[in-house]
């Protein structure tokens, strides 16, 4: 599993695109399980196919990611649809999509 932190990765060319926000994750109120050594999570990308503002006003992938969160062997993090000036930036970058929380 590789981890991506958008601002280390990305730095200033998050200015480039529209809405870098929505690429960046640290929502309120929303739930990291961190990552160990010998992590025995089992690691669930719950994808929306649509824009973030679009897909975080859709009250089922909330409802789906908290409740595989409540378990202690799950760790759930969302991920949706790139729009397609960030979708050239992680091809520049040679970055694979990735989750919202870590």
Sequence with gaps: M???NALEKFGSKLNTVQ??????G???G??????A???????????FPDLYEIGMSNMA????????NKSENIRAEL???????FE?????TDTPLYTLGT
């Design 2 to 4: 590789i981890l991506v």
């Design 19 to 24: 809405s870098p926000s929505r690429y960046l």
């Design 26 to 28: 640290g929502e309120y």
């Design 30 to 35: 929303s739930l990291i399980k961190p990552h």
């Design 37 to 47: 050594k010998n992590d025995s999570l089992f690691n669930v990308a719950v994808a």
């Design 61 to 68: 992938i909330k409802i789906i990611c908290n409740g595989l």
């Design 79 to 85: 991920v949706f649809a790139p729009d397609t000036d």
């Design 88 to 92: 050239q930036l992680l091809k520049e």
